[in-house]
């Protein structure tokens, strides 16, 4: 008898239910043809689980996560919880105790422009001409933003606020390991991003992940520092393949690069935990939360009009990275390419000479596509 997975579904505000339905449409053809059993519990969780249970990440939401083999994550926060408390907002009470509660320490942010897709970056259309594909992985529980202490004082009638950076070895270079594996799956091409001209985590970071180079001699590695890799990003995408930063560069960067594809309804991301079998990324199944790149989109929120792909992506990278399904998984990505190049687009993409699609109608054509 075949396995049964648990998810747990957590679509969250604004458009995250319109865009998880349709994810759980392509989830249930993708199901149907690959003989799966999957078992969902949707969850209440940011803004509307402070609305109807009083905090963004309630009891029975985290017990559910705790009892599943992946979540997949929607959007939470928007302007209504905004005047609450910072420690109590959707993204801070929910978001980043999710992450921190399952240790999911590796960020993988494919940043994704398809050729029939480069009218939509804002870079020149030589520079993307054909397309990109570049992979950021991300430290993602680490440095500035969890180190301690962390306090705002006022001292001489002045504020003045701390924050730590602290990375340990280790954590460096299961991180480093992570990116070394995604590269070895695609064109063995690993850019290293730090600061180690000013800062001693930079000095650290470039000497674990150039020790741990050794164990991978078919990956070629290089070492920007991150302003420079800044740059790169704009000049010519296409030079990269696997992006490695620590957790705040690797912020900034990420979002750099999925503006550069021209919408970030297009991408998902995947925060994944300790592998389970034997590698770091390929032939192991790890623990992990599943989230389109964008956010709640308040201002489209309800209107039917929101692009599905990214969360529609991102229960694809569930399937292969937490489920170890990977042909379910390139099936998913398969259906999008094809909807693409037949000419359908949601608004955010849309162009002369392409059809014009609502969220129901994009999911409905890429579940018929599988």
Same mark, same amino acid.
């Given at each position: 008898m075949s396995e049964t997975y648990q998810v747990a579904v957590l679509a969250g505000d604004g458009i995250g239910p319109e865009v998880m339905a349709e994810a759980r449409r392509v989830l249930d053809a993708v199901t149907r043809k690959f003989s799966l059993s999957i078992n969902y519990t949707e969850c209440r969780v940011g803004g509307i689980a402070i609305d109807v249970d009083g905090r963004a990440l309630p009891e029975a939401t985290l017990k559910a996560c705790e009892a599943a083999d992946a979540i997949l994550f929607g959007s939470v926060g928007g302007p209504k919880w905004e005047s609450l408390p910072a420690n109590e907002q959707p993204e801070r009470a929910a978001l980043l105790p999710l992450r921190k509660h399952f240790a999911l320490f590796a960020n993988l942010r494919p940043g994704v422009c398809l050729p029939e897709l480069v009218h939509a970056s804002p870079l020149h259309p030589a520079t993307v001409a054909g397309g990109f594909d570049v992979l950021c992985v991300r430290e993602l529980t680490g440095g500035l933003y969890f180190g301690?202490?962390?306090?705002?004082?006022?001292?001489?009638?002045?504020?003045? &606020?701390?924050?730590?950076m602290i990375y340990w070895e280790s954590e460096i270079r299961r991180i480093a390991r992570v990116a070394f594996e995604a590269a070895r799956q695609r064109s063995g091409r690993l850019t290293s991003i730090d600061k180690a001209n000013v800062l001693q985590n930079g000095l650290l970071w470039r000497r674990i992940v150039t020790e741990t180079a050794a164990d991978y001699p078919d990956?070629?590695?290089?070492?920007?520092?991150?302003?420079?890799? &800044?740059m790169q990003l704009v000049k010519n995408p296409k030079q990269f393949d696997v992006i490695l930063a620590e957790n705040m560069f690797g912020d900034i960067l990420s979002d750099e690069l999925a503006m550069l594809t021209g919408s970030l309804g297009m991408l998902p991301s995947a925060s994944l935990g300790e592998a389970t079998g034997t590698g770091a990324v390929a032939g192991a199944r790890r623990f992990g939360m599943y989230e389109p790149s964008g956010g709640t989109a308040p201002d489209i929120a309800g209107k039917g009009i929101a692009n599905p792909i990214a969360q529609i992506l991102s229960a694809g990278m569930l399937l292969r990275y937490s489920l170890g399904q990977d042909a379910a998984a390139d099936a998913i990505d398969a259906a999008v390419r094809k909807v693409i190049a037949d000419g359908l687009r949601t608004a955010d993409i849309w162009t002369e000479g392409t059809t014009r699609a609502d969220t129901a109608t994009m999911g409905s054509a890429i579940a018929a596509a599988i």
């Open positions: 301690e202490p962390k306090y705002t004082k006022q001292e001489g009638g002045e504020y003045f &606020a701390v924050d730590t990956i070629t590695l290089n070492h920007l520092y991150v302003d420079n890799a &800044a």
